[in-house]
């Protein structure tokens, strides 16, 4: 079985969306990065990022992660203590969620393998 399907497909993506986005937007420190950006892509862009570090289907790669926040990295200064927030985030909605610690660490791993595309170096 694969992680994605281990840690329940589709609906566990489902059910972390909301928690995950909350937190996220509820972060002072990274909130900035996601203004103007419209609700409707917010959510697709919240799926795609938890189907991905769930090691699910959606296999968005290196190349889509460096162009998609390149201009982050560029115009707003994004770099490794956002990054850090946006794992912390991960981590305490799957807490929350109760998937067990040493499934956590891999979605943790999958996330911060595509650290160095996401901060373009
Ligand atoms: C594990 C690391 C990350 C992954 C896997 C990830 C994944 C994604 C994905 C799949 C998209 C959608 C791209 C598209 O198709 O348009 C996206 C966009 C975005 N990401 Fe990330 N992301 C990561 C880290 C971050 C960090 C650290 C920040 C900021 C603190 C961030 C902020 C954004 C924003 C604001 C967008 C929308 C950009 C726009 O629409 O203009 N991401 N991300």
Do not use: C
């Not at 919240?46 to 290196?62: C, E, I, R, W």
């Not at 992660?65 to 203590?81: C, I, P, T, Y």
């Not at 850090?84 to 499934?103: D, F, Q, W, Y």
């Amino acid at each position: 079985m694969s992680l994605y399907e281990e840690l329940g497909g589709e609906a566990a993506v489902n059910a972390a969306v909301d928690i995950f986005y909350r937190r996220v937007l509820s972060d002072a420190y990274v909130i900035r990065f996601f203004e103007g950006v419209d609700m409707e892509k917010q959510a697709a862009k919240q799926k795609a990022f938890l189907t991905m570090v769930f090691g699910g289907p959606n296999s968005y790669t290196g190349l889509d992660m460096r162009e998609g926040h390149k201009h982050m990295v560029e115009k707003m200064g994004l770099n490794d203590s956002h990054f850090e927030h946006i794992l912390a985030h991960l981590r305490s909605t799957l807490a929350e969620l109760g998937v067990p610690a040493e499934k956590i660490q891999e979605v943790i791993n999958i996330a911060d393998s595509v650290r160095a595309d996401v901060l373009d170096r």
